[in-house]
């Protein structure tokens, strides 16, 4: 009797939980994906583009269909201030953004990350994103209704792509470089002697061939992506920027999304930031040798004499007026 009793109370525990999971399968397949739209200014078959796209794949298998990102490469949601706008606004869009737009948007100290210089080596920059300093950046950026997804993301060492060869920091003077339309960049090449001229990157190549800039900086890939080359043909090696990126949201979207569905969209940003980083390794060889067989006088500069004339840059009472007290020696210190 105590048998039966037994195997009754086990048909009805399986048939309880079969139902329940019956139910909740039910229930997920009755609800609408969570969409997501990713914009950003890089072209269809940059290093960045396919890690994006890798991401959208790792996150709809992750999410079982259940979380979906849209694509939208070559500015086509906008500039990264629109899509940051958006994004504030409670839109559900996430783009690439760095320490420069954050300290536009509340967080003066972020900015430091983007200073010309900062760092000798990429084992400084992973060092330091895993600092306490870093993390404290980062809830500060989430009360300014930011939130930063992953930090992994190697965007790549920034260079100068200009139509006058540039050999030495004196070569720069005057010169109208595009930078991206932040305080920081903006100064670190007027501390350098340029004229730095803020402007979306889309409309860079139709610039440079109508002379309103002489130059332009970014990762080679994405310099070559865009064939600021044909129009430009030199390609000093500064370095000036070891650029990691961070793909960012809005705290409201992220605030919206189950612990679950926060943990998918992490997990899988960042395990996309690692496809992305060595995609970008070999894109770096990859692209020098298509400069070099497409007419490009690639320059090796001193970059001690760079990194030495871009000393004043942070003791600019622009910045030294709202960074936290001694914040160049702090980060120094947080990266070794």
Same mark, same amino acid.
């Given at each position: 009797m105590r048998r039966y009793l037994f195997k009754i109370i086990f048909i009805f525990a399986i048939g309880f939980v079969l139902g329940t999971l019956a139910c909740q399968s039910d229930v997920l397949a009755s609800q609408k994906p969570v969409v997501i739209q990713v914009g950003y200014e890089n072209n269809p078959g940059e290093p960045f583009d396919l890690a994006i796209r890798e991401w959208a794949r790792l996150l709809d298998e992750k999410s079982g269909g259940t979380m979906k990102l849209e694509v939208f490469p070559s500015s086509q949601l906008g500039s990264k201030n629109d899509l940051i706008d958006q994004m504030l606004a409670g839109m559900a869009v996430v783009t690439l953004a760095d320490g420069a737009f954050y300290a536009d948007r509340g967080v003066p100290d972020f900015?430091?990350? !983007?200073?010309? !210089?900062? !760092? %000798?080596?990429?084992? %400084?920059?992973? &060092?330091?994103? &895993?600092?306490d300093w870093y993390h404290s950046q980062c809830t500060l950026l989430e009360k300014q209704g930011l939130k930063i997804i992953a930090s992994n993301w190697i965007y790549g060492d920034r260079h100068l792509l200009t139509k006058k060869a540039v050999h030495s920091v004196s070569d720069l003077k005057g010169m109208k470089i595009r930078v991206p339309n932040n305080i920081i960049q903006i100064k670190g090449f007027e501390v350098l002697g340029a004229a730095p001229t803020p402007m979306p990157l889309g409309e860079v190549y139709t610039a440079l061939q109508q002379g309103v800039i002489d130059g332009v900086e970014n990762p080679l890939p994405v310099l070559y992506g865009g064939k600021f080359h044909e129009v430009a043909k030199n390609l000093s090696l500064t370095a000036h920027v070891r650029n990691f990126t961070t793909l960012v949201t809005g705290t409201a979207l992220y605030n919206s999304l189950t612990p679950t569905q926060q943990r998918w969209l992490t997990e899988t940003c960042e395990e996309a930031g690692l496809y992305n980083n060595n995609l970008q390794q070999k894109a770096v060889d990859e692209t020098l040798k298509k400069f070099a067989a497409e007419g490009v006088k690639i320059i090796n500069v001193n970059r001690a004499e760079f990194a030495k004339a871009s000393l004043p840059f942070y003791s600019l009472p622009e910045f030294t007026s709202k960074w936290s007290k001694g914040l160049y020696e702090t980060v120094k210190k947080a990266m070794k």
């Open positions: 900015g430091i990350l !983007f200073g010309p !210089f900062l !760092f %000798e080596s990429w084992d %400084e920059v992973w &060092k330091l994103t &895993k600092s």
